[in-house]
């Protein structure tokens, strides 16, 4: 695994019974104060665990 989780992440991209959600920090924008948002590292979307998994 060659990618760092970003700091939003729950788990890494893939990971079974997760899935991937907008971010609720920039709103999917990927962007915060002119810099990349630091929850998503500027993806716009965050890795969450689903139904409580
Ligand atoms: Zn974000």
């Given at each position: 695994m060659s990618d760092p989780l970003n700091s939003?992440?729950?788990?890494?991209?893939?990971?079974?019974g997760t899935g991937e959600n907008v971010?609720?920090?920039c709103r999917g924008t990927g962007r915060l104060d002119d810099a990349d948002c630091p929850e998503c590292g500027g993806t716009g979307k965050v890795v969450e665990g689903i139904g409580g998994a």
């Open positions: 939003g992440d729950d788990a890494a991209p893939g990971t079974p971010c609720p920090r």
